[in-house]
């Protein structure tokens, strides 16, 4: 059974970081690439940014190009999020996802998921 878990949610002021982890096991984790998106109530799961195999590839929705970064370490089947500089509106519940193929940005291409770590942002 593949499991996914996420952390370091939290509540930070415009401007301040936080990293968010997902470990994710039952799953040959380095075969699959990565993905990271986010939520808020009343709204469709956007895309946040995707990670190759290796690693050597991110892709990132235009609306944090520049101020997060996707990472991964395949010794610990681990995924991250760093997020700086942040803003009000990445108010959200985070989810990271096993993904088929790379790069995809549509929630339908991921098959597994975190149960979600919210991250609040105020002005």
């Known amino acids: 059974q593949v499991q996914l878990v996420e952390s370091g949610r939290g509540l930070v002021q415009a401007g301040g970081s936080l990293r968010l982890s997902c470990v994710v096991s039952g799953r040959t984790f380095w075969t699959y690439p990565m993905g990271w998106f986010r939520q808020v109530p009343g709204k469709e799961r956007e895309f946040v940014s995707t990670?190759?195999?290796?690693?050597?590839?991110?892709y990132y929705a235009d609306s944090v190009k520049g101020r997060f970064t996707i990472s991964r370490e395949n010794a610990k089947n681990t995924v991250y999020l760093r997020m700086n500089n942040l803003k009000p509106e990445d108010t959200a519940v985070y989810y990271c996802?096993?993904?088929?193929?790379?790069?995809?940005?549509?929630?339908?291409?991921?098959?597994?998921w975190g149960q979600g770590t919210q991250v609040t942002v105020s002005s």
């Open positions: 996802a096993v993904g088929s193929a790379y790069p995809n940005v549509g929630a339908s291409q991921y098959d597994y």
């Open positions: 990670i190759n195999r290796s690693g050597s590839s991110t």
